[in-house]
């Protein structure tokens, strides 16, 4: 849709995915997303759109290439396209722009791709993270088996169609690809390798996925009890709490084989909006302590200054409208300052987890002498925060431990 020129003509990446998936006798999910930055073409400036369209299997048969080149035309009115299991092309002047262009089909003419798709999913740990990425998974209509130590946590999930197992080694055994959500690297070992853990289950053809947030270390032994049945095994780490995984924005970052993460993209793209295949195991790992590190920091700081610019008679929530519009905003600071400003923590990523992370990143730093000074002085904040009972509220709460209350 054409908005008029754009001054700077600048023209920057425009990247179009195409994704159509149809998982056998449910429900056919075709997801179109043109993610774009500002993109001029013959003085006309482009953005993003997006739809999903979701079709009965019965009915996906019927949709011809041509309704398909509608649906697309609908959105860009040049964008040229043709669908029969081969690549689609887009704008026919390739030197006007750097563009890439993705199309997953399991109805494709060379087709081993359905038979790639697994059948069969489940889902180890339905917590703040775990509920809504398996609640996703059902509702584009995958066929989702949960497994939680609480089982009533499970219950949600039951009524809108999953199947439950009693055991981790249950819910490997019946499924093609397993994943796994825990709290922390203690738990993502034993739900994977403890008595009755998902390697007892696992064998050759299937696949595990582990997206907590562990270190290397364990990510690596997990990897190698799982690949030693025969399996495949991919750590994917998510960045985004709960809010993103409600709404499907999760970030991936993935390392191991690179097989299952090309199998199991579908299930990515439904719960996130990118991804990130980093290479070998522990990269996915050490990628997100990286970036918990760092959104740690942040929030300890941004904290200093909510108080600071309270104490000296400044309005907190100016300050955060200030942040908002200059090169230091971000999404995190007006998410979290209105509620930090009323003393108000709902949990979206627990404190506690959020001092783990930091724990973890801080040796991670050591085993390679990083000095990351800052880091373990936020470090210390959290742990402040969680001596006083502060642990599974919000990582937010971590200015609590800034307030002359608990200093003294």
């Known amino acids: 849709m054409a908005l008029g020129s754009d001054k700077t003509n600048l023209v ?17 999910c075709i997801k179109m997303r043109a993610l774009t930055k500002p993109l001029t073409l013959n003085n006309q400036t482009w953005v ?53 262009f993705k199309a997953f089909s399991s109805q494709a003419s060379n087709a081993s791709s359905q038979d790639k798709l697994p059948a069969n999913v489940g889902f180890l740990g339905i917590g703040i993270m775990g509920s809504p990425m398996a609640q996703n998974l059902i509702k584009s209509g995958c ?11 499970c219950d949600p999930l039951i009524s809108l169609g999953a199947k439950y197992k009693s055991s981790p080694e249950e819910v490997a055994a019946s499924c093609d690809v397993t994943f796994a959500m825990l709290s922390d690297p203690e738990s993502a070992v034993d739900v994977a390798c403890g008595k009755h853990g998902a390697v007892s289950g ?17 990510s690596k032994y997990i990897g190698q009890q799982i690949k030693a049945t025969g399996a ?60 918990n590190m760092i959104m740690g920091s942040m929030m300890a700081s941004f904290s200093e200054g909510l108080l600071l610019s309270e104490k000296v008679g400044l309005d907190p929530s100016v300050l955060v409208e200030v942040i908002s519009q200059g090169a230091i905003s971000a999404p995190m600071y007006s998410m979290k300052g209105p509620s930090m400003i009323q003393s108000l923590y709902p949990t979206a990523f627990p404190l506690k987890h959020q001092q783990k992370d930091m724990r973890l990143a801080l040796g991670l730093a050591e085993s390679v002498s990083q000095s990351t000074p800052i880091a373990a002085a936020a470090n210390e904040m959290y742990k402040v925060a969680k001596s006083h009972g502060l642990s599974d509220q919000d990582f937010s709460a971590v200015i609590e431990a800034l307030k002359g209350k608990l200093q003294q």
């Open 12 to 28: 920057s990446k425009t990247y179009l995915r195409i994704f159509l998936f149809t998982y056998p006798n449910k429900l056919s």
């Open 202 to 218: 696992m064998s050759s053809g299937k696949g595990y996925v582990d997206v907590s947030t562990v270190d290397g270390e364990t």
């Open 143 to 153: 066929d989702v088996t949960v497994w939680n130590r609480t089982k009533s946590k």
């Open 232 to 291: 495949l095994f991919l750590e994917a780490p998510v960045s985004g709490s709960k809010k993103p995984a409600e709404d499907g924005q999760l970030i991936f970052l993935t390392a191991g084989d690179k097989s299952l993460y090309e199998t199991v993209a579908p299930f990515l793209d439904i719960m996130g909006k990118s991804r990130f295949y980093l290479g070998d195991i522990g990269n996915g790992a050490a990628m997100k302590l990286v970036v």
């Open 48 to 100: 993003s759109s997006s739809m999903s369209i979701f079709v009965k299997t019965s009915y996906c048969q019927q949709v011809s290439s041509t309704a398909m080149a509608a649906m697309c035309s609908s959105f860009f009115p040049q964008l040229t396209t043709r669908f029969n299991g081969r690549p689609i092309y887009s704008f026919p002047a390739k030197s006007h722009f750097s563009g890439s």
